[in-house]
């Protein structure tokens, strides 16, 4: 079946006693179970019976495996937030003594989770540019542990080569661990152009309307984790197989100890934001580029960056790799930090807020909020300008976006 048509086709686990065509939600946290045996082997994971709802819950698993059929994984995990589906895939791959080579132009909480909290635990980062691949390489040694990215930084909208960093890293034995949010797996797919662990912040596009926080791992079981340098990985693929060791420590250890498994109320929302996921999307990105293209028409605008537009940099590639539509955000430069206030302050229709690909549009200065408790000189080595407006481009009229944008110049 065609994407569209497999979308809304995946059955529920088990039956449900009413027919609902609609998952239902499962409020509750523990589960009743017929014997002591079964109850033993739900806990020992020798059944795929839930056992309590920190670790599995029916409406999140449907959810799951939604998702991995859509993608070809071999397992996705449902958490309450792309900042924990970070956490989550870094910590698992990672131990104290080991390095990962990570991008510099990461959003401000990854870069703070790997500076700040990994580093306190004795993991060090290796920042790079990674649209230089052989600054890359230089970074990597026999302790680094990953190669982690974001195929469309945000906000700066720069393009890795992922074919290339992908060859890169399993040459030197590492996963590559991609933050895949800015263009959904309705459109991209990661496992094509080598990625070995999908990061989503499902909170964007699948949620579709602000109405719940989640993130998504997904564990394509490419990568052979016997070559990791982490003893645990390790020693899960004497036990689980070299493919699975990174979805057994998630689902055992790190699920059971961290606690951060979707609410079933999230689930709920966002398998409803799946079925519409496509549709939504092509209708954002049709209207962002329109939206770009006009843009650079319009006087006090210096710089219109979206790698849809012909004239980007990075347009070829990101063709190549995304296809015409790369994602519902745009860019613009005006003259100054006090120009990009004032054009905020003026908008009507698009929203002074965070988040991205909402239902509505909504604009936000990166600099002073995002990046905003990071010194001149780190937004800088970020390529974060004082000048730039981020503008996440939801499902309003695309003439009225532009006619707010224009009068919001003038």
Same mark, same amino acid.
């Given at each position: 079946?065609?994407?569209?048509?497999?979308?809304?086709?995946?059955?529920?686990?088990?039956?449900?006693?009413?027919?609902?065509?609609?998952?239902?939600?499962?409020?509750?946290?523990?589960?009743?179970?017929?014997?002591?045996?079964?109850?033993?082997?739900?806990?020992?994971?020798?059944?795929?019976?839930?056992?309590?709802?920190?670790?599995?819950?029916?409406?999140?698993?449907?959810?799951?495996?939604?998702?991995?059929?859509? %993608?070809?994984?071999? #397992?996705?995990?449902?958490?309450?937030? *792309?900042?924990?589906? $970070?956490? !989550?895939?870094?910590?698992?791959? @990672?131990?104290?003594?080991?390095?990962?080579?990570?991008?510099?132009?990461?959003?401000?909480?990854?870069?703070?989770?790997?500076?700040?909290?990994?580093?306190?635990?004795?993991?060090?980062?290796?920042?790079?540019?990674?649209?230089?691949?052989?600054?890359?390489?230089?970074?990597?040694?026999?302790?680094?542990?990953?190669?982690?990215?974001?195929?469309?930084?945000?906000?700066?909208?720069?393009?890795?080569?992922?074919?290339?960093?992908?060859?890169?890293?399993?040459?030197?034995?590492?996963?590559?661990?991609?933050?895949?949010?800015?263009?959904?797996?309705?459109?991209?797919?990661?496992?094509?152009?080598?990625?070995?662990?999908?990061?989503?912040?499902? %909170?964007?596009?699948? #949620?579709?309307?602000?109405?719940?926080? *989640?993130?998504?791992? $997904?564990? !394509?079981?490419?990568?052979?984790? @016997?070559?990791?340098?982490?003893?645990?990985?390790?020693?899960?693929?004497?036990?689980?197989?070299?493919?699975?060791?990174?979805?057994?420590?998630?689902?055992?250890?790190?699920?059971?100890?961290?606690?951060?498994?979707?609410?079933?109320?999230?689930?709920?929302?966002?398998?409803?934001?799946?079925?519409?996921?496509?549709?939504?999307?092509?209708?954002?990105?049709?209207?962002?580029?329109?939206?770009?293209?006009?843009?650079?028409?319009?006087?006090?605008?210096?710089?219109?960056?979206?790698?849809?537009?012909?004239?980007?940099?990075?347009?070829?590639?990101?063709?190549?790799?995304?296809?015409?539509?790369?994602?519902?955000?745009?860019?613009?430069?005006?003259?100054?930090?006090?120009?990009?206030?004032?054009?905020?302050?003026?908008?009507?229709? $698009?929203?002074?807020?965070?988040?991205?690909?909402?239902?509505?549009?909504?604009?936000?200065?990166?600099?002073?909020?995002?990046?905003?408790?990071?010194?001149?000189?780190?937004?800088?080595?970020?390529?974060?300008?004082?000048?730039?407006?981020?503008?996440?481009?939801?499902?309003?009229?695309?003439?009225?976006?532009?006619?707010?944008?224009?009068?919001?110049?003038?």
């Amino acid at each position: 079946m065609k994407y569209e048509t497999q979308i809304l086709t995946t059955p529920y686990q088990q039956p449900d006693v009413y027919g609902a065509l609609s998952m239902p939600v499962y409020y509750t946290a523990a589960f009743e179970f017929p014997s002591a045996k079964a109850m033993s082997d739900a806990f020992c994971g020798r059944s795929m019976a839930p056992s309590y709802s920190r670790i599995a819950n029916p409406t999140t698993t449907y959810l799951e495996e939604r998702v991995r059929k859509l %993608t070809g994984a071999v #397992s996705v995990t449902a958490l309450n937030t *792309g900042m924990a589906a $970070i956490a !989550y895939a870094l910590t698992c791959v @990672s131990a104290a003594g080991l390095n990962i080579v990570a991008s510099k132009h990461l959003f401000g909480n990854s870069v703070s989770l790997l500076r700040d909290t990994l580093g306190s635990l004795g993991i060090e980062t290796r920042f790079a540019d990674f649209t230089d691949a052989e600054a890359v390489q230089s970074l990597i040694d026999d302790k680094t542990c990953a190669l982690f990215f974001e195929i469309i930084t945000n906000p700066q909208l720069l393009v890795a080569d992922i074919r290339a960093l992908a060859q890169i890293a399993h040459q030197a034995g590492c996963p590559l661990i991609a933050d895949t949010t800015i263009v959904p797996f309705s459109v991209f797919r990661a496992k094509d152009l080598g990625v070995d662990i999908e990061i989503v912040s499902s %909170t964007k596009y699948i #949620s579709g309307g602000g109405t719940g926080l *989640g993130g998504l791992l $997904i564990d !394509y079981g490419q990568f052979d984790w @016997s070559q990791s340098p982490s003893p645990v990985l390790q020693n899960k693929t004497r036990r689980v197989g070299k493919k699975m060791a990174f979805t057994a420590r998630v689902k055992t250890e790190l699920l059971t100890n961290l606690g951060a498994l979707m609410t079933p109320q999230a689930a709920y929302m966002e398998t409803l934001g799946l079925d519409t996921l496509d549709i939504r999307f092509k209708r954002q990105a049709g209207t962002t580029l329109w939206l770009a293209q006009q843009c650079q028409h319009l006087d006090g605008i210096k710089k219109v960056n979206y790698t849809g537009l012909a004239d980007n940099p990075f347009h070829e590639l990101s063709d190549r790799q995304f296809g015409p539509l790369p994602g519902a955000v745009f860019t613009i430069d005006l003259a100054s930090r006090e120009a990009a206030f004032s054009f905020i302050d003026n908008l009507h229709v $698009i929203r002074r807020a965070t988040n991205l690909f909402d239902r509505k549009s909504l604009a936000i200065h990166p600099a002073s909020t995002i990046f905003g408790l990071f010194t001149d000189e780190q937004r800088q080595e970020m390529s974060v300008s004082d000048a730039t407006v981020r503008i996440s481009v939801g499902l309003e009229d695309g003439e009225d976006l532009f006619e707010d944008i224009r009068q919001a110049i003038q």
